[in-house]
């Protein structure tokens, strides 16, 4: 069997769909399945309509000799895909890892409801309104639209999505090159605190700040790490400036094998989220052993209630997250007892389990 892949990213650059991209060319290779991957990142530098024509031009020629296509977005590498597939006369599929049309409307257009309120609003703004209508017409003229949580198959289903054609596998996480951890992390005082995202609204970092600053406040010390970068970040700095005077750092953003190396200096892992489709960085803390506070968000919960981690709902994030947070901070015996709860429940999460279920999805084309 012959699938195209198009995707977003690819290493070197960082990325779900980049991890993604490397181990379905790496692990679907060895099941018998050739990969052809058309990378967006071979068109990016032309002006903006020009590269989705060129990139359309790129998976056409593809799709012409393979058996399938697959997408790893709905918009930016999904449409082009979708219209490849269809002129090729091929069988599209799309994994759909959030909503798109929501998350620009949280970054650049004013959309404030949460992901599960905005997918019943029908009044959005124009530009969401153009992205939402993208993605779900990509979603219906797929024969497949694989998702990485059940939370996020609900959230397909309102889009109008029948639940046959919409398909749960998990994303695999392989922990494999770590790499170093930034100096200025080497020099804060334990226990430490790190949390990894984009610095977006929805990851609530902002609110981790405030606790570590209630629990320092009962005379319980904790440093923080913020992993990442994002349109926040200055205002995050500033905040933490102000709250914390010292003891923490901004990484920016970090190789991923600098990240998995931070991340496995931490005493607690928090995320502290507000929406997550599946996050990755969760199921690599969990097999790095770190113990692990997490808010009831979207997937997190499918990945939390394995075990090692302790889990607060969204709805009392506030304080839940400061007790959590000082009650680690104060039990070491506790962390140790969740970081080995947290290495023995990640066996949904393996490569193997992810490439055997997804060619299971591509015999039945």
């Not at 398909?167 to 226990?191: F, H, M, Q, T, W």
């Not at 039990?331 to 969740?338: C, H, T, V």
Request: aromatic fraction near 6%; glycine fraction near 6%; hydrophobic fraction near 40%.
């Amino acid at each position: 069997m012959r699938l195209v892949i198009a995707t977003p990213l690819y290493p070197p650059e960082i990325g779900g769909p980049a991890t993604y991209a490397k181990l379905l060319e790496e692990g679907l290779s060895g099941k018998g399945i050739e990969i052809d991957l058309v990378k967006f990142s071979d068109v990016r530098h032309l002006p903006k309509i020009i590269r989705h024509y060129a990139y359309y031009r790129r998976v056409l020629k593809a799709a012409r000799s393979a058996d399938a296509v697959l997408a790893l977005d709905p918009v930016s590498v999904g449409l082009p895909a979708m219209r490849a597939a269809r002129k090729a006369g091929k069988p599209f599929i799309v994994k759909i890892v959030g909503d798109y049309a929501w998350e620009q409307g949280q970054q650049r257009f004013g959309v404030t409801q949460n992901l599960d309120e905005f997918v019943k609003t029908k009044q959005v703004p124009f530009p969401v309104r153009i992205l939402r209508n993208i993605q779900t017409r990509v979603a219906r003229k797929a024969m497949y639209v694989i998702v990485p949580s059940e939370y996020l198959k609900g959230i397909i289903r309102q889009w109008g999505i029948p639940e046959e054609n919409i398909k749960v596998i998990y994303n695999a996480v392989s922990i494999d090159k770590i790499g170093n951890v930034p100096k200025a992390v080497n020099e804060l005082l334990r226990p430490l605190v790190v949390t990894v995202g984009r610095l977006v609204p929805w990851k609530n970092i902002d609110r981790i700040i405030d606790a570590v600053w209630a629990v320092r406040r009962e005379n319980k010390y904790l440093s923080l790490v913020v992993v990442g970068d994002g349109p926040e970040r200055k205002k995050l700095e500033d905040h933490a400036n102000h709250l914390l005077k010292k003891d923490f750092h901004f990484t920016g953003q970090l190789s991923h094998p600098d990240t998995l190396a931070t991340l496995k200096a931490a005493d607690i892992f928090v995320l502290n989220s507000s929406y997550e489709g599946l996050s990755h960085v969760l199921i690599e803390a969990k097999k790095l052993g770190i113990p692990a506070i997490v808010t009831d968000a979207g997937g997190n919960s499918e990945v939390a209630i394995q075990g090692g981690s302790i889990v607060i709902r969204l709805e009392d994030e506030k304080t839940g997250l400061t007790s959590g947070l000082s009650f680690l901070a104060s039990d070491a015996k506790e962390r140790e007892n969740l970081s080995k709860s947290a290495k023995q429940s990640t066996e949904h999460f393996d490569v193997e389990t992810m490439l055997s279920a997804t060619v299971t999805l591509l015999k039945n084309l």
